[in-house]
């Protein structure tokens, strides 16, 4: 029964004193019939039940703009009593609750893609959350018919199929592409001026930079000199090896580049070898120790 000045009234003495039926709540014309739509879905109401009538006293009261007659409300008011019959007309959960339900996986979807930073999926999840609760709720309006229609077509139901399977599969697919998307495109090699210059200071310090171009990263390692011999059952001396210190340097570039050669110049060294080329990176092997003195490398074009 609705609550008034602290009395329950009838749902007919609430219509005429311009409140709700339902909620005692002041109504006016012009919006009494969505006032209505608020309480109850039309569509699902049972023509003969109690809350059909209090549908139908504010549906008038809308109609009539206010001036509603006394004879279609009931004297003397019939009090409504709960009974089993109106107890399964007014379940805990009504149908459109059921259908909101719907909604509930895509809530909890778009939770959690804001909070793995995946802004984008749980905006597209918001919407549709968004748009099932609009059309449980508004089935009368122009855009849910619309989208009631374009669902009876064998089109519609197909793009909405392929929708769903999509919004489903986007996260593996996404998953797998990731690494391709986000690798950078190659560059394509070109004759780019590149050189290093070093001063070294000798023994086995590592050398001071004077100047480079186009070197991305570089390393020098220093490795002592080295003596094997080999030995008979009696332990005499057959052969002896030896090889001296030399120093290994290793570069990479900033940008690939071709060249036709790669030269070491300093006047302290005589022997060195190019282990080691291609347009992102060399390897050079310096055979002795490398004094005190500038040594520069570059790339002939």
């Not at 804001?114 to 089935?139: E, K, Q, T, W």
Request: some cysteine.
């Amino acid at each position: 029964m609705p609550l008034y000045n602290g009395k329950d009234i009838s749902p007919d003495e609430a219509i005429l004193l311009g409140l709700c039926p339902e909620c005692a709540s002041t109504v006016i014309p012009k919006t009494a019939l969505k006032h209505a739509r608020g309480h109850w879905n039309p569509e699902r109401l049972d023509p003969s039940s109690e809350a059909r009538r209090r549908y139908d006293l504010l549906a008038e009261f809308g109609r009539t703009k206010g001036g509603i007659s006394k004879s279609v409300v009931q004297h003397p008011p019939v009090a409504a009593s709960p009974s089993a019959t109106d107890a399964q007309r007014h379940p805990i959960l009504s149908r459109d609750n059921y259908y909101d339900l719907a909604a509930l996986p895509f809530a909890f979807e778009a939770a959690a893609a804001f909070m793995h930073g995946d802004l984008a999926r749980a905006i597209l999840s918001s919407l549709i959350v968004i748009g099932i609760i609009y059309i449980v709720h508004n089935p009368e309006n122009q855009f849910t018919t619309g989208f009631k229609k374009l669902m009876r077509s064998p089109l519609g139901a197909f793009g909405l199929l392929v929708f769903l399977l999509g919004y489903i599969a986007a996260p593996s697919i996404l998953a797998k592409a990731g690494p391709i998307l986000s690798s950078p495109i190659a560059e394509i090699a070109q004759p780019i001026p590149t050189q290093i210059r070093w001063q070294f200071v000798g023994g086995r310090q590592t050398p001071t930079v004077l100047y480079e171009s186009n070197i991305a990263a570089w390393y020098t390692l220093w490795s002592p000199s080295v003596e094997m011999q080999g030995l008979d059952v009696k332990g005499n001396i057959v052969t002896r090896t030896s090889a001296g210190s030399y120093w290994t340097i290793f570069l990479t570039f900033k940008h690939p580049v071709t060249y036709q050669q790669l030269t070491l110049v300093s006047p302290n060294v005589s022997s060195y070898e190019v282990k080691q080329t291609n347009t992102g990176s060399a390897v050079i092997v310096v055979n002795q120790d490398i004094p005190a003195g500038v040594v520069e490398i570059s790339t002939v074009p």
